[in-house]
């Protein structure tokens, strides 16, 4: 059964940090572009960054640009986000997703989803 699980979530002040990571099960992400994804409290789904399978090319949103990190370790068949100086607005379900890579878009079109992992920033 394919699967992808996000870890790495939780409750941190305004100016910390957390690393996530999207781990698989099922099958080797190594072929995979990956992506992180996040959907707060009335909002929509955004992208927030993206991985190409040989790591090569990324991708962030402007609002995340300096302050998260994605990579990847294919021999442990996980894709990390590194995100520093939280802010406020950092708040929400955060997701990974695998699939092709999109080289009009810079991303991973999503084929495979987790379920999600909680960040919140709160003081």
């Known amino acids: 059964q394919l699967q992808l699980v996000e870890s790495g979530g939780g409750l941190v002040q305004p100016g910390g940090f957390l690393r996530l990571s999207c781990a698989a099960s099922g099958f080797t992400l190594d072929a995979y572009a990956i992506g992180w994804f996040r959907q707060a409290p009335g909002k929509e789904r955004e992208g927030v960054s993206c991985i190409s399978s040989s790591g090569d090319n990324t991708n962030y949103a402007d609002s995340v640009k300096g302050r998260f990190t994605i990579s990847r370790d294919n021999a442990k068949n996980t894709v990390y986000l590194q995100m520093n100086s939280l802010k406020y607005e950092d708040t929400a379900v955060y997701y990974c997703?695998?699939?092709?890579?999109?080289?009009?878009?810079?991303?991973?079109?999503?084929?495979?989803w987790g379920q999600g992992t909680q960040v919140t920033v709160s003081s």
């Open positions: 997703a695998a699939g092709p890579w999109s080289v009009r878009a810079a991303c991973v079109i999503p084929k495979y």
